[in-house]
């Protein structure tokens, strides 16, 4: 069955001619229904799919797939050990392309980054500036972010300032990047321009996470502020 006619029969065709073992189309049976489960977040399946054509397969395709749909697999089941593990075998492997190499890296860096290893995610992040499509803008805001939790503020701020002037067109990443520039003021001391930069925020963008996320933020500021000229009656 091709994937695109019925995806739910060819699993289960693929899941049948699996059961039955070894056959002359164990191997592409392996492939498409791990990749099908992957499509329908059906995690564990696929990694039940992918560990077995990593192991039988003969095409070096197959084998860097299974690799691959490893990766990615563990990495949404939030399992990062085994995800960093399958980063290292696809970074091995000498069929990988730039691209997967890089993707693998970035997947690297977040995991990094989430397990408070920040200065070995900014390493990284750093390296992947200049990857195109969104791995570039990611790694640079990747970067920022690990600078920041670093509490290099005045180096953070410089960083900022070039990830929005080099990556304006893609949307997300720069209205991250100004998010991130408001909590970089706080942390330099300078509300004044934190608020700023909020309310400026709020004026370009009909996004409604960025509208969430920057009210927060200025109602974090605001209240404290609000409080102490109730309290002080002035």
């Known amino acids: 069955f091709p994937v695109t006619i019925d995806r739910d029969k060819c699993l289960e065709a693929c899941n049948e001619v699996v059961s039955l073992g070894s056959s002359a189309y164990l191997e592409d049976c392996l492939a498409m229904a791990g990749e099908i ?47 960093l593990q399958y980063v290292e075998r696809v970074l091995a492997n000498p069929d990988v392309t730039p691209e997967m190499a890089e993707h693998a890296k970035l997947i690297k860096a977040r995991i990094l980054m989430n397990d408070n290893r920040l200065a070995e995610a900014k390493i990284i992040f750093q390296e992947l500036i200049h990857a195109p499509g969104e791995t570039g803008p990611e790694a640079c805001y990747g970067m920022s972010k690990c600078m920041y939790k670093l509490n290099e503020c005045k180096e953070t701020e410089k960083q900022l300032f070039d990830c929005i002037s080099q990556f304006s067109g893609w949307e997300d990443w720069k209205f991250r990047s100004f998010l991130l520039l408001a909590d970089v003021y706080v942390c330099l001391d300078d509300e004044f321009q934190a608020l700023a930069t909020i309310d400026a925020i709020l004026e370009n963008t009909t996004a409604d996470w960025v509208i969430t996320e920057a ?10 502020n609000l409080q102490c000229v109730i309290m002080t009656g002035k």
């Open 37 to 83: 489960s992957y499509e329908i977040k059906d995690y564990s399946q696929a990694i039940t799919h992918y560990r077995d054509l990593e192991q039988i397969a003969a095409s070096k395709t197959n084998v860097l797939k299974a690799q691959l749909g490893l990766l990615e697999s563990h990495y949404n089941r939030k399992e990062n050990t085994d995800a």
């Open 215 to 224: 009210t927060a933020k200025k109602n974090a500021l605001v209240k404290p």
